[in-house]
């Protein structure tokens, strides 16, 4: 699918918890051909201090109705303004950016591994992967219980582990400690989270000779490839993560792990 700059539609706005909302964008195109790990540039028009452009992760793509669900965690001025929309507000955005995740092979055991928001591009992945005949397992991370995000959403289309951090539900500790990461049964890894979260991942999936991909979430500006303000630094050089990413894998990244 082309990129293209458009006003869409909100139709729902639901709201997850304190800082978590789900936008529903109603799109004038019948034919979204949009893949998991490709984000979208929202222009927000409703906040003065706010020039730029946001990117954020496509959650969901409904294309029998034209629908695009965007996932968004109030950290700023942006995602705070993003937040007082509501149902019938439009909204622009250009779409969809990035390159996306690759679809596990016939036969392959996808692992998914999500912390907070980070969990968005992988409900889309994982939904393909399962309409595609796989089965996707989950193990997702966040602070505690009230984070949690969608889990009846994410139970439908995989097996979901849950790990928080103060213990409040699923297993007490990081991603990583889940005894489902050590027990294996899965030989392709692709994460989205924390930066520090991502390395952990990372870091054991070379040691497991696992492929892993990563959906990185560095600072952007223009989203095109053309301000170079989110270079990451990779064995192909520096190369834009808007452009040649978000989704990397980890094998190409010169990370410190
Ligand atoms: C490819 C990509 C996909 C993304 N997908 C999603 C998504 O699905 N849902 C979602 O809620 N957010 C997502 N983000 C992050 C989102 O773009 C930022 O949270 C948003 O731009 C912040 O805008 P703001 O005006 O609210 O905050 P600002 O006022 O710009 O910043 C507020 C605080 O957030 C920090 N911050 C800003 N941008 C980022 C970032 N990219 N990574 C880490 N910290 C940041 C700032 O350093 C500052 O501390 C994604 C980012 C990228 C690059
Ligand atoms: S955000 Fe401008 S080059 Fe990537």
């Given at each position: 699918m082309t990129k293209r700059t458009e006003d869409l539609r909100i139709v729902s706005r639901r709201i997850i918890n304190e800082e978590y909302f789900v936008?529903?964008?109603?799109?004038?195109?019948?034919?979204?051909?949009?893949?998991?790990?490709?984000?979208?540039?929202?222009?927000?028009?409703?906040?003065?201090?706010?020039?730029?452009?946001?990117?954020?992760?496509?959650?969901?793509?409904?294309?029998?109705?034209?629908?695009?669900?965007?996932?968004?965690?109030?950290?700023?001025?942006?995602?705070?303004?993003?937040?007082?929309?509501g149902s019938g507000d439009n909204i622009n955005i250009i779409y969809p950016l990035g390159n996306s995740f690759t679809f596990p092979g016939i036969g392959e055991k996808p692992l998914l591994v999500g912390g907070g928001v980070g969990v968005a591009p992988l409900y889309f992945l994982g939904k393909m992967i399962r309409e595609r005949?796989?089965?996707?397992?989950?193990?997702?991370?966040?602070?505690?219980?009230?984070?949690?995000?969608?889990?009846?959403?994410?139970?439908?289309?995989?097996?979901?582990?849950?790990?928080?951090?103060?213990?409040?539900?699923?297993?007490?500790?990081?991603?990583?400690?889940?005894?489902?990461?050590?027990?294996?049964?899965?030989?392709?890894?692709?994460?989205?989270?924390?930066?520090?979260?991502?390395?952990?991942?990372?870091?054991?999936?070379?040691?497991?000779?696992?492929?892993?991909e990563v959906s990185l979430e560095n600072m952007m500006a223009c989203g095109i490839g053309v301000c170079l303000c989110c270079v990451a630094d990779t064995v192909n050089g520096n190369v834009c993560t808007c452009t040649d990413g978000p989704v990397f894998n980890t094998k190409d990244l010169k990370w410190q792990i």
């Open positions: 936008l529903d964008l109603k799109s004038g195109c019948d034919d979204l051909l949009i893949f998991p790990g490709q984000f979208v540039q929202v222009r927000v028009d409703n906040s003065m201090g706010t020039f730029l452009r946001r990117p954020i992760s496509v959650y969901d793509v409904d294309s029998s109705k034209g629908i695009i669900s965007l996932l968004i965690k109030v950290v700023g001025e942006g995602t705070r303004a993003l937040s007082e929309l005949g796989g089965e996707p397992q989950y193990i997702l991370g966040y602070r505690s219980e009230n984070q949690i995000i969608d889990y009846d959403k994410f139970s439908e289309i995989g097996n979901v582990m849950i790990t928080t951090e103060d213990g409040s539900k699923g297993y007490h500790g990081m991603v990583t400690q889940h005894p489902g990461f050590s027990k294996g049964g899965y030989n392709r890894i692709f994460c989205c989270g924390p930066d520090p979260m991502m390395k952990a991942v990372a870091s054991l999936a070379l040691a497991g000779n696992i492929p892993c």
